[in-house]
């Protein structure tokens, strides 16, 4: 037996330096917010891990497999259900709760007893429980439990397999205390104590992280969890859920294609200083539409009624009979008709596999004993059912097992977890939208659905939320100055300061425009559709937008050229640029191309063309949006095109960003992403991106985009790609600005996309390589880091009061909330830079992990604001710094780094593959990137 291992008390106790640091910059505002005062338990939490086996079991053999794959969550919570309702209620009294996977909490000690096998080892609540469950509305069978202990025995019935069997597995881990507060060190702090009586010391208190008197640990993670879990206990029996959201049928919309909306609530158990906060939010689910199969299926290609259309002897065309199993795969079904013994299939759900390529009367199968049958001949003769539609297709489900759609239903509330169809998501945004008033009353009307005062979960473990009816919190926030923006020299207003996150380009020059040399016009669109007068007019259109902000060279009559949209893309664009060469001696330095509806591969392949094979800056516009365009569109076009071709459309007036603009401190800013396929698609990659500017102003910017190991959140490339953007930074300075001092002294790292659980990780794997980046560039000193991670994907929201709002009902742009719903121990806040639109704006949440350069919360944050201004694509004030901004639109842009006659699918749609195919796949993707042209790597393509 190895010794036991000891750990410096240093090691686990909190250090009182940390401390939550506010801004006082901006103008007051009283806004509420959706969280609702929770007061946490007293008493003390157990907290059991959970472990789901199958019991494969005959009449006479059970052997247990642990599951390939994780069982589903909803599958999970029945099992449990079924446990301390059915099998040992005795047990579970009061009931325990459970997230669905691994987490089980009770609110007192389980007595386990006799009914299983009790071992205890290294700390007095190690204990083990393993019993068998058959879930009775999964199958018609029963597990038998003799009185006392003992093993259970199966009722099988003759001939028959026996049931499917679950056998869990309880181990008590850990007690939660939220009101203990432990000594903050050993009396000596030169002793190490040994594991044995370390317990006391790693159950960090709930009570003492919320005064910020510790650390976010695990211990301190995993009282929360706790917390969230009872709270999302009931609503998970009773209704569809998905993570942290469930679903009702109150309020729903079919929106077509299969799919019908329901309105959700999430719910999440927030720590803020001093208390537990529940932050309540409305949700979409988007569900499979209930009723009948072939309706359903009918109803995703919008074909109502016109069953032939599923009929392969009728022309159903095999490319959408798979799109079609696509969409179906996984689905839970019910059937109709009855077996032998005259029993129908219930509740008993059955879950698609995969559609027949054939209808029921062509589709055979073979049978036990010799030859084959068809399936409507099948049915006919054991169920005596003539197919009313035997011509079309039938589901495959996971047994092998052929069934005919027409005897299928959908049972209401299942959950499509894949990407909506583009075509739905206006549907889907109307549905989701809601003014902020609006949405306010939505949320407090949720608390009558959450109902927690008649949860028996929420009332067994001591909690309580908003016990005195006070309704949504009331806090503090401030309105953060705009900063001054500075146009180039012609402009009629030199600089201008944004009013409600927006200005115009109305009488100004870029600030450093760009020059065109040579330019040409290829159409992609039908002739009759954008005919040559629709051409000139967009010329004319755009050469005006250009002179009136200052760029120069475009000519008044550029080659025209109508291409072919399905032929070769690539072709047809060099074809235009070397008959442009044989004309001018040069190859152009701008191509526009007219783009139809629908024209995805179209514009990859420009983009590839442009972006990856020649260098040359394209600018792609759909027809139907510049056909008789106002003069609005070209200037919007004019943002994107003079940063493609270099040029600098506006810059932070240096009183406003004095941190960046000081020349005794170069300073880069980064933005930093990693983008993951869909869920299902196996053998896909991810796919990361850098971004950093490379002028003293802030405003030009640089990208490198890597593919990595699927599903991977922490850039493996980091170091290699914050090389390229520090190299191209000192270049620029050294080259173009002529700057003596050319290294970068201070990093600012903004990182997209990174949940609360891997903030530790990202300082651990993420920071040693940006610092490693600067070693092997010879950077020395060694520049000063901070690291903040921008959160999107949250659901707080701010309503101001009337008097206080803009526009829209939304809080004015600049509104900054650092207190009272941030964190207890860590600084952060949230800060809305954008004027609203339609609907309820979302604040950024700003994590700060590392801050070397020592920051004022008003510096910080006053600099974030100011970051918002500089996006290259527009006159608003976006919601995130541009940095993160541009890095999430290189993520998305990744698949134009391979060449579109490549056969790879970057389809969002689900894919299903073994591990090995998955890996022979993740290869092709490696090897099948192309990096940037060079002379791409140095403009803002991108924009």
């Excluded at 969280?35 to 086996?53: G, K, M, N, R």
């Excluded at 009013?499 to 020059?509: F, H, I, L, S, T």
């Excluded at 600030?511 to 559709?529: A, D, H, L, S, Y």
């Amino acid at each position: 037996m190895p010794p036991k291992q000891y750990i410096p008390v240093t090691a686990l106790c909190w250090s009182s330096h940390q401390y939550h640091r506010f801004g006082s910059a901006g103008k007051p505002i009283r806004v509420k917010t959706n969280h609702f005062v929770a007061e946490i338990p007293t008493a003390v939490i157990s907290h059991y891990d959970v472990i789901l086996l199958i019991a494969s079991t005959d009449a006479s053999v059970t052997v247990i497999l642990p599951s390939e794959k994780a069982l589903p969550a909803r599958l999970n919570v029945e099992i449990i259900t079924t446990l301390q309702t059915k099998i040992a209620p005795q047990v579970f009294t009061p009931r325990a709760v459970y997230d669905g996977r691994k987490n089980l909490f009770a609110a007192r000690e389980l007595p386990f007893g006799q009914m299983g096998e009790v071992r205890m080892h290294l700390a007095p609540w190690s204990i083990n429980w393993t019993t068998d469950v058959i879930v009775p509305s999964l199958k018609s069978h029963f597990l038998a439990r003799p009185e006392g202990p003992g093993p259970a025995t199966l009722s099988v019935p003759s001939g028959g397999k026996g049931p499917k069997v679950y056998r869990v597995r309880l181990q008590k881990v850990a007690e939660i205390n939220p009101e203990f507060v432990p000594p903050l060190c050993l009396p000596d702090a030169t002793q190490s104590p040994n594991l044995d009586s370390l317990e006391s010391i790693f159950t960090r208190t709930l009570s003492r992280f919320l005064a910020g008197k510790q650390s976010h640990d695990n211990s301190v993670l995993t009282a929360i969890t706790a917390l969230n879990v009872v709270i999302r206990m009931e609503p998970t029996i009773k209704w569809p859920f998905n993570v942290r959201s469930f679903f009702t049928d109150r309020e729903t919309k079919d929106i077509g294609a299969g799919l019908v909306l329901w309105r959700g609530y999430f719910q999440s158990a927030r720590p803020a200083l001093g208390r537990m906060l529940i932050n309540i939010d409305i949700s979409t689910g988007t569900m499979f539409k209930p009723g009948p199969l072939i309706e359903v299926c009918l109803d995703f290609f919008g074909f109502p009624g016109q069953t032939k259309r599923l009929q392969p002897r009728h022309g159903f065309p095999d490319r959408e009979r798979l799109r079609l199993s696509r969409f179906l795969a996984g689905l839970r079904v019910t059937t109709r008709h009855a077996d032998p013994s005259g029993r129908t299939s219930g509740g008993l759900p059955r879950v698609i596999k995969k559609l027949s390529d054939k209808g029921a009367q062509d589709m055979r199968f073979a049978l036990r004993e010799g030859g084959s049958k068809t399936v409507a001949a099948y049915f006919k003769e054991t169920y005596n059912i003539t197919l009313q539609f035997p011509d079309i297709i039938c589901i495959e489900v996971g047994s092998g097992a052929l069934i005919p759609i027409e005897l299928c239903d959908v049972p209401p509330g299942q959950i499509m977890r894949r990407q909506v169809p583009p075509e739905k998501t206006k549907e889907v945004l109307e549905f989701a939208t809601k003014k902020p008033s609006d949405r306010l009353q939505s949320i407090v009307n949720g608390l009558q659905v959450l109902s927690y005062g008649q949860s028996e979960y929420v009332r067994q473990f001591g909690m309580t939320v908003d016990r005195d009816g006070a309704g949504p919190l009331e806090i503090s926030g401030r309105v953060l100055p705009a900063p001054t923006l500075k146009y180039g020299a012609g402009s009629r207003e030199a600089s201008i300061v944004p009013r409600d996150g927006a200005w115009n380009m109305v009488g100004k020059k870029f600030f450093q425009p760009c020059t065109i040399v040579g330019w040409c016009v290829v159409i992609f669109e039908r002739q009759q559709r954008f005919p040559e007068q629709a051409c000139q007019d967009m010329i004319q259109g755009l050469i005006r937008s250009t002179q009136e902000v200052g760029i120069q060279g475009l000519d008044a009559q550029p080659l025209i050229r109508y291409e072919n949209g399905q032929g070769d893309i690539t072709g047809a664009m060099r074809a235009v640029g070397m008959q442009f060469h044989s004309v001018k001696k040069a190859f152009p330095s701008l191509m526009v191309v007219i783009l139809p509806e629908s024209a995805t591969d179209i514009y990859t392949a420009v983009k590839h063309f442009g972006d990856i094979q020649t260098g040359v800056a394209t600018q792609c516009l759909k027809s139907s949006k510049c056909f008789r365009a106002k003069p609005q569109y070209y200037a919007n076009v004019c943002l994107k095109i003079n940063v493609k071709l270099g040029g600098i459309n506006t810059v932070p007036d240096p009183r406003s960003v004095p941190f960046l603009t000081d020349p005794a401190n170069p300073t880069v800013v980064m933005g930093a992403d990693v983008i993951h396929p869909a869920p299902g698609s196996d053998g896909r990659p991810s796919f990361t991106s850098v971004v950093g500017n490379v002028d003293s102003d802030t405003s030009k910017y640089i990208a490198t985009t890597h593919v990595q190991t699927s599903r991977q959140e922490m850039i493996e490339d980091l170091e290699e790609m914050t090389t390229f953007i520090l190299s191209k930074y000192i270049g620029y300075r050294k080259q173009r600005e002529k700057k003596p001092n050319f290294n970068p002294k201070r990093i600012i790292f903004y990182r997209d996309g990174v949940s609360e659980g891997q903030f530790r990780t990202v300082l651990e794997t993420e920071v040693p390589r940006i610092k490693a980046a600067c070693q092997k560039l010879g950077i020395n000193p060694m520049p000063k880091i901070t690291v903040i991670v921008v959160g999107k994907r949250h659901h707080v929201r701010f309503f101001p009061h009337p008097n206080q709002a803009d526009r829209s009902g939304n809080c004015p742009a600049g509104t900054v909330i650092d207190r009272e719903v941030t964190n207890p121990a860590e600084f952060d806040f949230y800060l809305q830079s954008h004027g609203g639109l339609l609907g309820t704006s979302r604040p950024a949440h700003y994590n700060v992990l590392l801050d070397e350069n020592q920051f004022q919360p008003d510096g910080l944050q006053q600099l974030s604001f100011a970051l918002c201004h500089v996006y290259a694509r527009s006159t608003r004030s976006v919601s995130i710094p541009a940095p993160v901004y541009y890095a999430d639109i290189v993520c998305a842009r990744a698949k134009n780094h391979y060449d579109p006659k490549q056969s790879l699918e970057f389809s969002e749609e689900a894919s299903q593959i073994s591990g090995h195919q998955a890996a022979v796949s993740l290869d092709k993707f490696r090897v099948g990137f192309k990096p940037l042209h060079n002379i791409t790597q140095l403009t803002m393509y991108f924009s």
